[in-house]
């Protein structure tokens, strides 16, 4: 069965830093373009980066940009988030995705995504 989980979330105070992980049990990991999504509290799931398959292109929505990095290493079957000089407004749930476009470029929509992981909470205090 194909997974994405989720790992990393925490408490933060405003300033700090957490790395998020996402562990895939898909065998072509190394193929599928993937991406980070949030969503707040009464808030619709908005999309934060996106990287393609082999990892040397990124996209960013402009809120996260220059603070957040997103990466993978196919040979882990993992992808990261670091982020950085965290926000109360970075306050969510994140999500991991992939989409079986194999070979694919960077997608920001949440309909472009096939598998979803459950989602790993993020608080960041003032």
């Known amino acids: 069965q194909v997974q994405l989980v989720e790992s990393g979330g925490g408490l933060v105070q405003a300033g700090g830093s957490l790395r998020l992980s996402c562990t895939a049990s898909?065998?072509?990991?190394?193929?599928?373009?993937m991406g980070w999504f949030r969503q707040a509290p009464g808030k619709e799931r908005e999309f934060v980066a996106a990287?393609?398959?082999?990892?040397?292109?990124?996209a960013y929505a402009e809120s996260v940009k220059g603070r957040f990095t997103i990466s993978r290493d196919n040979a882990k079957n993992t992808m990261y988030l670091q982020m950085n000089n965290l926000k109360p407004e970075d306050t969510a749930v994140y999500y991991c995705?992939?989409?079986?476009?194999?070979?694919?470029?960077?997608?920001?929509?949440?309909?472009?995504?096939?598998?979803w992981g459950q989602g790993t909470q993020v608080t960041v205090s003032s």
């Open positions: 995705a992939a989409a079986f476009a194999r070979f694919g470029g960077l997608l920001r929509l949440e309909r472009e995504y096939d598998i």
């Open positions: 898909i065998r072509t990991f190394s193929t599928y373009p």
């Open positions: 990287v393609i398959w082999s990892g040397s292109s990124t």
